[in-house]
């Protein structure tokens, strides 16, 4: 009696998504292959010497707060270099000072106008003590029962909100309004997108619960610890290897761009899903370099301590020049 042939799975792109998912079907008993098209895995989780020697700078994202925080990293067995910084966040004003996200909310609180204190508490207390639970639903699959229902809808009555409707009716001072405003744009999202309150709520909960740390040795870190564990299971990594049509397997995830999809299979793809792919751009953060913190800009020596902060600072400006361009612009220029 003949066995039943192996299935295959190819993942094309190496990031931590791609490995994620590569390291599942593996596990699942499926040959798998993960290909990437440059020399190095990671994606835009990677890091490189790009200036000087012995000088590394991560090429994409460097703060991962939703890492620790992640049911399938805490999962696996592997030692994933975490480091967490004195503060998850800062929100530097134009007056000079910031909004501080700290690890406290009492902490946080102190950073905001008075008048806005208990609101902040009402807010936030609630899906900072359900985290660990909201967790598991909104990492989830979007399509699935949630575990936590009571909690995934008490966090909904807020996180469905746009965000410029949410810190409009929520807060009344401007150092809080414009702090939630420069959490909401992580979303990638217009302010006054429905739901894009919830990247808003996520990112502050998580701050608090967990924090938002940063790899040691840079972002590399990351994916390096995933290809060992998928390697270990007996999956395969191809680096120089560029995917220009679609692989011959059962399966095949990707874990890239849209327009990069659609530069591969957009012929075998819906006409409707390739119309409404546009390229989005997040200026909601940058690393903390001169162009945040020098000279042109006065702020809190506690800004040298952290590892992120927000370039913004107003959070009521022009939310009608975000619907005329349908692009995300900074902090600055938007909610009015």
Not at 31 to 45: L, P
Not at 256 to 272: D, E, F, N
Request: with cysteine.
């Amino acid at each position: 009696m003949s066995s039943k042939p192996t299935l295959t799975a190819s993942v094309i792109g190496s990031g931590p998504n791609g490995l994620s998912a590569a390291i599942v079907l593996t596990a699942a008993g499926l040959a798998t292959t993960v290909f990437e098209r440059n020399a190095q895995i990671g994606g835009a989780c990677s890091t490189a010497e790009i200036t000087l020697p012995d000088f590394s700078h991560d090429l994409g994202s460097s703060v991962y707060p939703m890492g620790v925080a992640s049911p399938f990293f805490r999962s696996l067995p592997v030692n994933i270099p975490w480091i967490e910084p004195t503060a998850p966040c800062a929100h530097p004003l134009d007056d000079g000072t910031a909004v501080m996200l700290e690890h406290s909310i009492e902490a946080t609180v102190a950073t905001l106008d008075a008048c806005d204190a208990s609101r902040y508490r009402s807010l936030i207390a609630p899906v900072t003590s359900k985290f660990a639970e909201l967790s598991e639903d909104i990492l989830g699959p979007i399509q699935h029962v949630p575990r936590h229902p009571f909690v995934l809808a008490r966090f909904a009555s807020s996180a469905l909100q746009s965000a410029a409707s949410l810190a409009r009716s929520h807060f009344t001072g401007k150092r809080a309004q414009a702090f939630f405003a420069g959490m909401a744009t992580h979303s990638v999202l217009s302010l006054e997108a429905p739901a894009s309150a919830a990247v808003a709520l996520t990112l502050m909960a998580a701050g608090h619960a967990n924090g938002w740390p940063i790899l040691r040795g840079g972002a590399q870190a990351l994916p390096d610890a995933l290809a060992q564990h998928l390697e270990g299971l007996g999956g395969r990594i191809e680096i120089n290897h560029e995917i220009t049509q679609l692989p011959e397997a059962d399966l095949i995830l990707a874990d890239i761009t849209p327009r990069q999809l659609l530069r591969i299979a957009g012929y075998q793809l819906p006409s409707r899903y390739c119309r409404r792919q546009e390229l989005v751009v997040d200026q909601g953060l940058q690393p903390v370099t001169e162009r945040v913190l020098g000279v042109n800009r006065p702020c809190e020596p506690s800004l040298t301590q952290l590892d992120r902060a927000h370039e913004g600072s107003r959070s009521c400006r022009s939310a009608i020049g975000e619907r005329e361009v349908r692009v995300l612009v900074p902090v600055a220029n938007q909610l009015s």
